[in-house]
C-alpha cells in the first residue's frame, strides 16, 4: 500500500462520524446557548457537550462557557478515549477492516454508474480512482469527504473533541471512552452491500456543498440552534433508516447507561459526543429525560 493511501485511509477514520452532517440545510433559528447540557441527578450533577469533528483555526477559541466547564469537571469522557486511540493504530486498524480480502476490486462492488461517478470525482480532487480500488465502498465514502473537507480547510486535529483530549492531557486529567475505535470502525463495515454504495453515492453528491452544509452546521453549534442542528445532521438521513439505526440510534441507547453510571458514581465529568447524538427524539437528551433526568441547556 503506497503512503497516499495510508494518509487518505487515515484522514478517513478521523471523520467517521460525519455521515450525518453532510446532508441539506434547513432554515436555521438563532438561540444564544451552547450546545451543552447540565444533567441533573440528585445529588449528583455531570455536563454533556455535543462536538463538532472537523473545526477551522478560525473556530477558537471556544466560546469562555465551554472552556470553564471543562475546567470545573472532573473526567473528561469521549466517545473513544483520543489519548490511548493513537491515529497510527487506527490506522492500521481501518486498512484491516476496509481492504477487500476476497480477491475483489472496487469496481466489482459498486456499479459502472457509482465507479463512473466515483472516476469523475477523484478526478476534481486530483489523483486517479485507481488509487482506490482495494478499498470497500464505507471507506471509500470517508476518504471521499475527508480530502474534500481538507481542500476546504477543515482539520479533524482542530474538532472539539480532539482539542478538549489534549487539553485534558496537559491537565493530567483522566480520560475515558464510550466506545472503541474498533467498535466504531465495525459498524461501517457490517454495513450491507446495497447500504456501503448508497453511502458512497451520498457522499459523492454532497461534495459540491460540502463548505456551504458544514459552516452552517458549525453556525447553528455555536448558537445552540438545537433544531437547526437536528436539520441539518439528520434530516437527510431518513433516507438511510438501517444506517441511521446503526449508526446514530443504537449507539445512543448504548450510551446512555454509561452516562447514568458516571451520575450515579458522583463523577463530576464532562461526556463529549458528535453533536448529532444530542438531537431528535431519539437523541441522548431525550433518552435522558424519558428516564427521570432533569436536563438543562447552558
Not at 447553528?220 to 439505526?245: C, F, N
Request: charged content about 30%; aromatic content about 6%.
Amino acid at each position: 500500500m503506497t503512503p497516499c493511501n495510508k494518509s487518505m485511509i487515515a484522514a478517513a477514520l478521523r471523520l467517521v462520524l460525519l455521515v450525518g452532517m453532510m446532508l441539506g440545510a434547513g432554515e436555521l433559528s438563532a438561540q444564544e446557548k451552547n450546545f451543552l447540557w447540565k444533567v441533573h441527578s440528585e445529588p449528583h450533577n455531570l455536563y454533556i457537550l455535543g462536538s463538532i469533528h472537523v473545526l477551522k483555526k478560525e473556530n477558537y477559541p471556544l466560546k469562555k462557557s465551554i472552556e470553564e466547564t471543562f475546567d470545573s469537571t472532573n473526567k473528561l469522557v469521549l466517545e473513544i478515549d483520543l489519548r490511548r486511540a493513537k491515529p497510527e493504530l487506527v490506522e492500521q486498524l481501518a486498512i484491516r477492516k476496509g481492504m477487500n480480502t476476497d480477491g475483489t476490486t472496487l469496481h466489482q462492488k459498486v456499479s459502472k454508474e457509482t465507479y463512473e461517478m466515483l472516476a469523475k470525482r477523484t478526478k476534481e480532487l486530483g489523483f486517479d480512482v485507481a488509487m482506490l480500488k482495494p478499498f470497500k465502498p464505507w471507506v471509500v465514502a470517508m476518504t471521499m469527504v475527508a480530502m474534500k473537507l481538507q481542500k476546504l480547510g477543515f482539520d479533524p486535529n482542530l474538532g472539539v473533541d480532539r482539542y478538549l483530549a489534549e487539553r485534558a492531557k496537559r491537565a493530567d486529567k483522566p480520560t475515558v471512552g464510550l466506545e472503541t475505535a474498533e467498535f466504531q470502525i465495525g459498524l461501517f463495515d457490517q454495513l450491507s452491500a446495497r447500504d456501503q454504495e448508497r453511502l458512497l453515492r451520498q457522499s459523492m453528491s454532497d461534495m459540491d456543498h460540502l463548505e456551504e452544509n458544514v459552516d452552517e452546521i458549525v453556525q447553528s453549534w455555536k448558537t445552540g440552534d438545537i433544531d437547526g442542528v437536528e436539520k441539518l445532521l439528520l434530516a437527510g438521513m431518513r433516507d438511510y433508516p438501517e444506517i441511521h439505526q446503526k449508526v446514530i440510534d443504537e449507539r445512543n441507547r448504548r450510551w446512555v447507561p454509561q452516562i447514568e453510571n458516571f451520575l450515579s458514581g458522583g463523577e463530576k465529568a464532562l461526556v463529549v459526543v458528535g453533536a448529532a447524538h444530542l438531537v431528535g427524539k431519539n437523541g441522548v437528551i431525550e433518552l435522558l429525560k424519558g428516564r427521570g433526568h432533569r436536563v438543562e441547556q447552558q
